[in-house]
């Protein structure tokens, strides 16, 4: 039997949720420049980093322009994420 000893995975950005709140952190913002900068309200954000709501499509370009990130990576974790996780 093979046992990994490796350190456990961190899951906190296997949601949607996680992956903007992550992608925040990484440009350095806080909640309340962002979704100023978003055009949203602080409830809103806070609902799209608590896995409460999810951003609509047409908001998604503009949210992986702000956080520098790909479309794919915000959806799916696939691709282009913030600089802290390449």
Do not use: C, H, K, Y
């Not at 093979?2 to 440009?27: E, H």
């Amino acid at each position: 039997m093979r046992v990994s000893t490796s350190a456990p995975r961190d899951t906190s950005d296997d949601t949607i949720g996680g992956r903007i709140s992550l992608a925040r952190d990484a440009v350095g913002f806080t909640v309340e420049q962002i979704s100023a900068v978003a055009d949203v309200t602080e409830e809103t954000w806070t609902r799209w980093e608590n896995d409460r709501a999810e951003p609509r499509a047409n908001r998604l370009d503009v949210l992986a322009r702000i956080l520098q990130v790909n479309i794919a990576w915000l959806l799916n974790g696939q691709g282009r994420g913030p600089a802290e996780a390449r």
